[in-house]
T-cell receptor
Framework: GDSVTQMEGPVTLSEEAFLTINCTYTATGYPSLFWYVQYPGEGLQLLLKATKADDKGSNKGFEATYRKETTSFHLEKGSVQVSDSAVYFCARSASGNQFYFGTGTSLTVIP | GAVVSQHPSRVICKSGTSVKIECRSLDFQATTMFWYRQFPKQSLMLMATSNEGSKATYEQGVEKDKFLINHASLTLSTLTVTSAHPEDSSFYIC??????????????FGPGTRLTVL
């Protein structure tokens, strides 16, 4: 069935390290894809999105490219900061404005 | 961007009592809102779809008599946890699509409500 599979964490990186969080999806059509970030004790905030194949979403140094051929939407950042420590959720749209979420990946960046 | 608020942000109640959580779209109208539940260190689980002016649609396994949803206006949906028990303790998050003025299939999320049942 339709789903989102996300790299399990937790992930711990040193400041300025390169980040990749893998995300793949299954879908019968061409959904919109999203990355959301959740800081401790807060709700979800949209980090970036892509609505069609080959689109690249970017925000705050984070990037993800909609790859139809590999059904992936991996999140990357070239140099993480301590303030990037959070839980990251990959999501895809579904019918009726619903969303399917991945399980979330906890990122901790140490100075 | 569109803003969704939730109230309260945190609530502690005794077992057996009922708790109401409000979800408001502050600068747009939302005919549909979604309620999610998030367990510690887990993903969001869709509980129900709240429809303005009609009954909510519940996901399989969610007790509709336990989690009462009312979408009385185009900017307000409420979730009432009735006869709460400790296992209902969780983080509840609502979301709403921004409507015609927003991007396709986008969602705006509220900041969440932390419910603790003693």
């Amino acid at each position: 069935g339709d789903s989102v599979t996300q790299m399990e964490g937790p992930v711990t990186l040193s400041e300025e390290a390169f980040l990749t969080i893998n995300c793949t999806y299954t879908a019968t059509g061409y959904p919109s894809l999203f990355w959301y970030v959740q800081y401790p004790g807060e709700g979800l905030q949209l980090l970036l999105k892509a609505t069609k194949a080959d689109d690249k979403g970017s925000n705050k140094g984070f990037e993800a490219t909609y790859r139809k051929e590999t059904t992936s939407f991996h999140l990357e950042k070239g140099s993480v900061q301590v303030s990037d420590s959070a839980v990251y959720f990959c999501a895809r749209s579904a019918s009726g404005n619903q969303f399917y979420f991945g399980t979330g990946t906890s990122l901790t960046v140490i100075p | 961007g569109a803003v969704v608020s939730q109230h309260p942000s945190r609530v502690i109640c005794k077992s057996g009592t009922s708790v109401k959580i409000e979800c408001r779209s502050l600068d747009f109208q939302a005919t549909t809102m979604f309620w999610y539940r998030q367990f510690p260190k887990q993903s969001l689980m869709l509980m129900a779809t709240s429809n303005e002016g009609s009954k909510a649609t519940y996901e399989q396994g969610v007790e509709k008599d336990k989690f009462l949803i009312n979408h009385a206006s185009l900017t307000l949906s409420t979730l009432t946890v009735t006869s709460a028990h400790p296992e209902d303790s969780s983080f509840y998050i609502c979301s709403a699509p921004p409507g015609a003025s927003g991007a396709r299939n986008e969602q705006f999320f509220g900041p969440g409500t932390r419910l603790t049942v003693l």
